[in-house]
């Protein structure tokens, strides 16, 4: 790996969840966020047609696999921190499904090109600081993906977003959600050979987190 894309990496690997304790406090998200962020999936997961098999990329503690394998897809689920993968497979048991979680580099990831049916990359698009490392991560995704990504952002025309830029001068802390614009993905996915299908808004204008899909232009064999 480059010296540029060691640092352009570094942004969003020291937020991986390694540790229990990090992937605990994730799943103790408002319950009221995570309905409404699940909502929004089902939204998108009504645009594929012909999707049995779906990659998690990342999967997190697996709120999204239980999901998935509720509406009744074949759920593969990959992560870096060892704290989230441990906590997905916990969740994964509890509930009795048999979604498969592996631990995978979505900058190389090991599976075939055009292993899954459909990806899924859920709240992580927001913590790649640059473009060229968004479009990494997305080429990677539309290697993997026979028909569909689907793909959430947070979008800069919104609300929530204005307030995070009018706050930042007086925060502490560094940026560490970034805001991509629609025809950027567009950009990345068409160089990757996938045509823009729809663009969902958890609240249109309000909130900041949208959800993207993308259709292979040439469906592999």
Request: positive net charge; glycine residues 4%; hydrophobic residues 40%.
């Amino acid at each position: 790996m480059s010296q540029s894309t060691r640092s352009d990496s570094f942004d969003y690997r020291s937020r991986i969840k390694h540790s229990a304790e990090k992937a605990e406090k994730y799943q103790r998200r408002r319950t009221r966020k995570h309905r409404n962020e699940m909502a929004l999936l089902e939204r998108g997961l009504r645009h594929l047609r012909q999707v049995r098999s779906v990659l998690d990329a990342p999967c997190g503690v697996g709120r999204a696999c239980l999901l998935l394998e509720q509406r009744g897809f074949e759920v593969t689920g990959v992560d870096l921190g060892e704290g989230a993968l441990q906590a997905a497979r916990e969740a994964v048991q509890a509930a009795g499904a048999s979604a498969l979680i592996e631990r995978a580099d979505l900058e190389r990831l090991p599976y075939n090109a055009g292993q899954f049916d459909a990806c899924l990359c859920f709240r992580f698009i927001h913590h790649l600081p640059t473009a060229a490392l968004r479009q990494r991560i997305i080429a990677e995704l539309c290697r993997v993906a026979g028909r569909y990504v689907l793909i959430s952002y947070l979008s800069p025309l919104s609300v929530t977003s204005l307030r995070r830029r009018l706050s930042q001068p007086w925060r502490k802390r560094p940026q560490v959600q970034h805001c991509t614009r629609l025809a950027e993905l567009r950009q990345h996915f068409a160089a990757a050979g996938f045509d823009f299908e729809a663009d969902l808004a958890q609240l249109p204008l309000l909130h900041s987190l949208h959800l993207a899909i993308f259709r292979r232009r040439t469906v592999l064999p």
